[in-house]
C-alpha cells in the first residue's frame, strides 16, 4: 500500500470527517424494465442488428448522449439538463466531497462494484482525496456492473441529506443508452453514466471496462482506449477516498504509471500547486506566496524593533 494513502485516511481529521458527513440517505431505484439479459449469451454486443432489434439503438446515428454547456476548463465539467451557474471555487471541494461521499453509498450499499480510475486515482495515490486543481471525477466499472446499472438502476434518484440543511442533494445515476454499443462507434459516447448532483449539475464519470478483443481475453478496455490487465484491476482493493470507503485497482502503480508516466508520482509541483509531505496536501502557489510574504513582512518589523532599541 501507498504509505501516504494510509496516513491519511487513518489520521483522526479523516474520521471526523467521515462522521460529520449524512447517513440518512434514500433512493428511488425505480427498476427500469429489464431489457432481455445479455450476460452469458453469445450475442455480439457491438452487432448493429443487435443492437437495433434489442434496443433500438441505429449505430450510423449514434449522437452524443451527455451534453455539457461547453467544453472549456469551466463548462465541461457540467451536466446542461442540471448547470444553472459555476460552483465558486470556495465550494468546489465540499460540493464534490457530497458528490463522492453519495456515490461510494449507493454504490457499496447495492453491492455494485466500482473503483477509482484517472486523475481521482492520482489524487487518492497522494492522499487520498480529490486533487485541488481537478473538477473531474472519475470511476470505472465492469461490462457487468454496467449492464446491472443500465438494467435496475437507470434513472435512480438517491437524496443525501447533509448536516447542513441548505445543501440536501440529490443525484441522478443516468445510464447512456449507447453503453449498450460496447465498442467505440463514432467515440462521441465515450462515458457510459453519470451520477450527477441535480443542484448544480457536476458529476461522476462512470465508464465501462470491456473484453474488446476476443484474442485477449485477459484484456479489458473502455471506449477511450484505455486498456488494462485483469490482473492490474483485479483482485480490487479496499481503501479510503476523502472519508469514505471506496476500492482502487490491485496494481494501482502499474495504472498509473502507464497512463500518465512515473513522474505524476514524484513531481511536486504541479498545476500552479506544491506538495508538502509534512501536510501532505498540494498547496497552492498563491497560499506559499501570501505565507510567504507575511514572513517578510514580520522580518521587517522585527528588523524595525532592532533598530530602534539599538
Ligand atoms: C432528510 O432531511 C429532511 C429534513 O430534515 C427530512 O424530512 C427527510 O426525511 C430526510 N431524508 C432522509 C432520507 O433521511
Ligand atoms: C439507420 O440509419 C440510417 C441512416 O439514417 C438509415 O439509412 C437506416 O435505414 C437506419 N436503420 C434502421 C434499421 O432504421
Ligand atoms: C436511461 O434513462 C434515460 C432517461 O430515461 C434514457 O434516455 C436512457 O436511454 C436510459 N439508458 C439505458 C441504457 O437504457
Ligand atoms: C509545509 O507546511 C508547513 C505548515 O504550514 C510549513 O511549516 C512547512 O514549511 C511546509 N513545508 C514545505 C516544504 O513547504
Known amino acids: 500500500m501507498n504509505p501516504r494513502g494510509l496516513l491519511a485516511f487513518a489520521s483522526t481529521a479523516w474520521i471526523a470527517t467521515a462522521l460529520a458527513l449524512p447517513n440518512h440517505f434514500s433512493d428511488t ?37 451527455f451534453q455539457e454547456p461547453g467544453n472549456d476548463e469551466i463548462n465541461a465539467h457540467y451536466d446542461s ?9 470556495e465550494q468546489r471541494s465540499q460540493v464534490l466531497t457530497h458528490i463522492i461521499h453519495s456515490y461510494f453509498e ?35 466499472v465492469s461490462e457487468a456492473t454496467l449492464f ?11 437524496e443525501f441529506n447533509t448536516t447542513n440543511p441548505d445543501a ?5 445515476l443516468d445510464v447512456n443508452p449507447w453503453a ?5 462507434g463514432k467515440g462521441l459516447n465515450i462515458i457510459d453514466a453519470r451520477w450527477i448532483d441535480m443542484q448544480t449539475g457536476l458529476y461522476i464519470d462512470i465508464t465501462g471496462l470491456s473484453q474488446l478483443n476476443k484474442e485477449k481475453p485477459n484484456e479489458w478496455g473502455c471506449k477511450n482506449n484505455h486498456n488494462y490487465l485483469l490482473s492490474d484491476i483485479y483482485p480490487l482493493r479496499g481503501s479510503f477516498f476523502e472519508g469514505v ?12 504509471i502507464d497512463e500518465y508516466s512515473r513522474k505524476a508520482l514524484t513531481e511536486t509541483h504541479y498545476n500552479h500547486h506544491t506538495w508538502n509531505a509534512t501536510l501532505e496536501e498540494w498547496i497552492s502557489d498563491e497560499v506559499i506566496e501570501a505565507e510567504k510574504e507575511k514572513e ?10 532592532d533598530r530602534q532599541y539599538e
Open 245 to 256: 470507503a471506496a476500492k482502487v485497482p490491485y496494481r494501482y502503480e502499474e495504472v498509473l
Open 29 to 65: 431505484a425505480s427498476k427500469a424494465k429489464i431489457h432481455g439479459s445479455v450476460l452469458g449469451a453469445a450475442v455480439d454486443l457491438n452487432d448493429p442488428l443487435y443492437l437495433w432489434n434489442t434496443y433500438g439503438l441505429n449505430t450510423t446515428e449514434e449522437y452524443k448522449y
Open 180 to 184: 449498450r454499443q460496447r465498442d467505440r
Open 168 to 172: 440536501q442533494h440529490s443525484y441522478l
Open 106 to 140: 449507493f454504490f457499496n450499499g447495492h453491492k455494485l462494484e466500482t473503483w477509482l480510475a484517472h486523475g481521482t486515482l492520482l489524487g487518492w495515490w497522494w492522499n487520498g482525496r480529490i486533487m485541488p486543481w481537478d473538477w473531474d471525477i472519475d470511476t470505472q
Open 148 to 158: 446491472r446499472l443500465a438494467n435496475e438502476f437507470n434513472g435512480t434518484v438517491a
Open 296 to 305: 517578510k513582512d514580520k522580518e521587517k518589523e522585527a528588523d524595525k524593533d
Open 81 to 89: 439538463r442540471f448547470f444553472k451557474e459555476p460552483v465558486p471555487k
